[in-house]
């Protein structure tokens, strides 16, 4: 069990007696460390961090401040990867991150070195990040997410439970999958995506009002999305038409380029 309540900065590491952490591990100040877990080599665990009982954090791997790691959850182990052959990569994770029961969380392989997860996530019970991942900041994968190798999720992306994620999958920033789905294909930014196989459905109206999104902007994206998705023209002549007709506000951009630079192509409707 992780106690919630905060340790003032100053304090030296707390480490359970039934523990075993590595004489390379760093551990900051006010660290809490659970029984029968094990910190590994060259393992960093940043300023008020709390690991629960079981963790095992394997190796190179860095986490960061004020994060909270559940009972059982294993961070830093080796590549699920045929490829992979011992070669030295890391695992990285942001501050404040949480990390619940039994997640699971590998490093990368020679590809790219290291698997990044960012700052403010949430990571629910038995979710996988497997190897070569880069999660931005305040994604939120729910319970049995798994994600398969090279998958890239941006800032602010919510996948529902049960809901696997074909390798080399990008999900743009702020959009939302819902539970159950299976996705193999890039999912655009702003867009809410469901099914078996993940179709769109429209944009996230609901998680960019929460986030503050003017109405103007939103009214852009919609007269985008409607365009490139939901019109009888193909998907270039919608992008074109985006460029000709909506204003090219930031977001409008990013939503063209995403689309125009996905290589696994874009799941449709």
């Known amino acids: 069990m992780i106690d919630p309540t905060p340790l003032p900065t100053g304090l030296e ?15 900051g100040e006010g660290v809490r460390v659970g029984p029968w877990s094990i910190i590994g ?22 986490v960061g401040e004020h994060c909270r790691i559940h009972h059982g959850a294993v961070l830093g182990s080796d590549p699920q990867d045929l490829k992979y052959e011992g070669e030295h990569s890391t695992l990285r994770v942001g501050d404040r991150t949480t990390v619940r029961e039994y ?47 090279h998958v890239v999720l941006e800032d602010w992306v919510i996948v529902g439970g049960l809901t696997p994620l074909h390798q080399f999958v990008h999900v743009g920033t702020h959009a939302f999958i819902g539970g159950g789905s299976r996705i193999p294909q890039d999912v655009p930014p702003y867009c809410r995506a469901a099914g078996n196989p993940g ?35 193909n998907v270039s002549q919608g992008l074109e038409q985006v460029e000709a007709e909506v204003e090219q506000i930031p977001e409008v951009r ?4 995403f689309i125009r630079g996905s290589e696994r192509g874009i799941i449709q409707g």
């Open 41 to 62: 080599p060259n393992v960093v665990i940043g300023e008020g961090t709390h690991i629960a009982s079981n963790v095992l954090i394997e190796r190179d791997t860095t």
């Open 254 to 257: 990013r939503f063209v380029e």
């Open 103 to 149: 997640a699971t969380v590998n490093r990368g392989t020679a590809a790219s070195g290291e698997t990044v997860v960012g700052s403010d996530c949430l990571l629910m019970a038995y979710t996988h990040v497997a190897h070569d991942c880069i999660l931005g900041d305040h994604v939120v994968l729910a319970n049995a997410a798994n994600m398969a190798g």
């Open 199 to 233: 179709k769109l459905y429209g944009l996230n109206t609901v998680g960019m009002e929460r986030r503050g999104f003017d109405a103007t902007v939103r009214s852009a994206l919609k007269k985008a999305y409607r365009l490139t998705f939901a019109s009888k023209l």
């Open 13 to 27: 590491p707390i480490v359970h007696p039934a523990s075993i952490v590595d004489s390379s591990a760093t551990l």
